[in-house]
């Protein structure tokens, strides 16, 4: 943690900083509209830079004022929309920050997102509950599903120059059956870090995000905590998604002319010395994460995003620690893992989105981890060629019908991409991983996979869903090692030449979901869910169909779908 305090100190200490605000929470609603916005108005050149996320509330605040104000013809839904916007980014918004029709008790519900709220010239102050009580039934399960989630989140600013934002959560589960396989597996639940057990075989855990942000230019902010990140346009990234824990990071975002640049400097953590879990250390095995990554407008309706991280290990608590060479923030980190002497995980790429004509956007990744030019040229399938890529569309308002947007994805990545080397016993500390959950693609690798999603809001207060995911992938079988599981040592390969897609233990994953949503109040939804997961495999143990239908009421918080 020594970097972070360090920069914190040299860049805060001393400075003037500018106007600092904090961000929408990552897979929050206003995100899916803010890019369809984008996609409307036809031009990628905006306050916000769409593929990286989570989104700057006062930005996000702009475009939307941007969108309203533009000469584009508007539905109803459209201003119900645009609304719900400005009342979740408040102060930012340039609104009545009390747009409540009636404060409840005076001083509750001053405005229509948030429960407690101080607005003053030199202190911004905004609390809200969050909870999520969902049930239902799966065929896997005899006893009914149920999620119990209870919140409270804090932000706001200080003298309009420092930003801050804390969550923190209690959450108790009974998961469906292959939840229950992953936690079994890897002994976590994605998006938790240490999960206990709960009765009647569920699993509790705790949640704890917050950060500081501040800005010592006007083009320069700092982003210094615990949270999420993820890079890309689509419902999955190649290059860092939201599907992994929480971590602590620094994050500098540089924005000026058409480029936004930013750096990320993260502590990463292996929970456990084995991949079985039997072996675990205290403290936890560190790692650490660094990465540049340079969005560029190069016309009004082409961004291209140009991406390399490196990861690197502690020598299992043996005193390197976070290794100085990586913090220049422009260098070529290939260039200085040479002068290292190649001991750590490289990894580039590239992102790119398009806006070719009224409606619709096209965008793709490519990830690159190693390759040989020869042997790509000469189709050999060796192992040392590790690169994924992906491929999609969005397309909003579908055949005139307002509102009915879809979206169509491909991702693909060969074997062995994202794994590493051990740096002992049989646990490869520099995967590209944290708290034993993929940084990118939950099915690590070796995979291809479809998505669908058709999204509908035909009322004000309605929304409709559905998701469908198709993936082929190469699993193992024990003992073995064909490139999908991201944690194995990479020089346990099964063979140097003919690696293909989908080798090993062929398996085929569906995952159906079908929603409907209702907006009760500000934020306040009632939810059905219905949920269908079939898993094919070579191996008849491993074969299961689970059917799950359910309601849930939740509060401030997102919905929670299968996507793995």
């Not at 191996?539 to 849930?552: H, Q, T, V």
């Amino acid at each position: 943690m020594r970097y972070f305090l360090l920069s914190f100190v040299l860049f805060f200490v001393g400075n003037i900083l500018f106007a600092q605000h904090t961000f929408v929470p990552l897979d929050a609603d206003a995100e899916r509209l803010i890019q369809r916005y984008e996609i409307r108005t036809g031009t990628s050149r905006n306050s916000l830079f769409t593929d990286i996320r989570p989104y700057n509330r006062a930005n996000l605040a702009e475009m939307t004022r941007l969108f309203r104000n533009s000469s584009l013809q508007k539905s109803h839904i459209d201003d119900f929309n645009v609304d719900y916007l400005l009342s979740e980014n408040i102060p930012w918004s340039e609104i009545n920050p009390e747009d409540s029709k009636k404060a409840i008790f005076g001083n509750f519900y001053k405005s229509k997102a948030n429960l407690y709220q101080v607005n003053e010239p030199g202190f911004n102050l905004f609390i809200n509950p969050g909870f999520l009580l969902e049930a239902g039934k799966s065929d896997l399960n005899e006893k009914p599903l149920y999620t119990n989630t209870r919140a409270i989140e804090i932000r706001g600013d200080i003298g309009n120059k420092v930003g801050f934002y804390t969550f923190i959560s209690e959450n108790q589960m009974r998961i469906a059956d292959h939840e229950r396989q992953f936690v079994n597996s890897w002994k976590t639940y994605p998006g938790a870090h240490l999960i206990k057990s709960f009765k009647d075989g569920g699993i509790d855990f705790f949640q704890a995000r917050g950060y500081i942000t501040f800005s010592p230019l006007k083009e320069i902010s700092f982003q210094f905590g615990q949270d999420r990140n993820f890079i890309g346009n689509g419902m999955r990234s190649l290059l860092l998604s939201g599907f992994a824990t929480d971590y602590p990071f620094l994050k500098i975002n540089t924005k000026i002319w058409r480029l936004n640049y930013m750096n990320l400097f993260a502590k990463l953590t292996d929970r456990y010395g084995s991949i079985t879990g039997t072996n675990i250390t205290r403290p936890h095995p560190v790692k650490y994460l660094a990465m540049h990554y340079l969005s560029i407008d190069l016309f009004d309706k082409l961004n291209v995003g140009l991406f390399e991280s490196v990861t690197f290990h502690d020598n299992n608590g043996n005193g390197r620690g976070f290794d100085f060479s990586y913090l220049n923030p422009i260098i070529f980190y290939r260039s200085v893992e040479h002068q290292l002497g190649d001991p750590d995980k490289m990894m580039v790429g590239l992102n790119m989105s398009y806006l070719p004509v009224k409606n619709l956007q096209l965008y793709g990744q490519f990830m690159l981890n190693e390759f040989r030019i020869n042997d790509l040229l000469d189709n050999n399938g060796h192992n040392a060629n590790k690169f994924g890529y992906q491929a999609g569309a969005k397309y909003i308002d579908v055949a005139g019908i307002t509102n009915l947007d879809l979206q169509v994805e491909y991702n693909r990545v060969r074997p062995y991409s994202y794994a590493h080397y051990a740096v002992s016993g049989d646990y490869a500390v520099n995967s590209y991983s944290h708290f034993n959950q993929p940084l990118a693609h939950p099915l690590g690798a070796n995979f291809s996979e479809f998505a669908l999603r058709l999204d509908s809001q035909p009322l004000k207060k309605l929304r409709i869903g559905l998701v469908l995911i198709n993936a082929n992938y190469g699993a193992d079988s024990s003992g073995s090692n064909w490139g999908g599981n991201i944690f194995l040592d990479y020089r346990t390969i099964e063979q140097e030449l003919g690696n293909f897609v989908g080798q090993g233990v062929k398996t085929n994953l569906l995952i159906t979901e079908a929603w409907a949503s209702y907006q009760l109040l500000h934020n306040l939804f009632v939810d059905i869910d219905f949920r269908y997961r079939d898993l094919k495999s070579d191996l008849p143990k491993r074969k299961s169909k689970n059917l799950y239908f359910g309601s849930a009421l939740r509060l401030n918080l997102t919905r929670k779908s299968w996507n793995y």
